[in-house]
Nanobody, 126 residues
Framework: QVQLVESGGGLVQPGGSLTLSCTAS????????IGWFRQAPGKEREGVSC????????DYADSVKGRFTISRDNAKNTMYLQMNSLKPEDTAVYYC???????????????????WGQGTQVTVSS
């Protein structure tokens, strides 16, 4: 089992950048598929990005491709979501997640992940 604690959310202007962090304890994050999800008010949870979740290793939602990057630092047992060119539509609570490594047909489905962070608010507004 692994416990995830995320941080780095906040208020950012459109076009700005923000990096979210998620630190794992209780296990080595490298053993897991990792993912980032978000949920905006009134909307369903959306998979944003994942790693070690597909045959191609990573996957991104179409809405964030070219703008967001998922990564992990095994030495720090931490995963990151680098967000660039932020848009108001990116406003949401962001959650990190970990699950069994694999090549999922639908890698950004939340059901693939067993462990979740507490969420951090990202607000993109001028």
């Amino acid at each position: 089992q692994v416990q995830l604690v995320e941080s780095g959310g906040g208020l950012v202007q459109p076009g700005g950048s923000l990096t979210l962090s998620c630190t794992a304890s209780g296990s080595t994050l490298d053993y897991y598929a990792i993912g980032w999800f978000r949920q905006a008010p009134g909307k369903e949870r959306e998979g944003v990005s994942c790693s070690s979740c597909t045959a191609g290793s990573t996957d991104y939602a179409d809405s964030v491709k070219g703008r967001f990057t998922i990564s992990r630092d095994n030495a720090k047992n931490t995963m990151y979501l680098q967000m660039n060119s932020l848009k108001p539509e990116d406003t949401a609570v962001y959650y990190c997640a970990a699950g069994k490594r694999g090549s999922y047909y639908y890698p950004l489905e939340a059901r693939n992940y067993d462990y979740w962070g507490q969420g951090t608010q990202v607000t993109v507004s001028s």
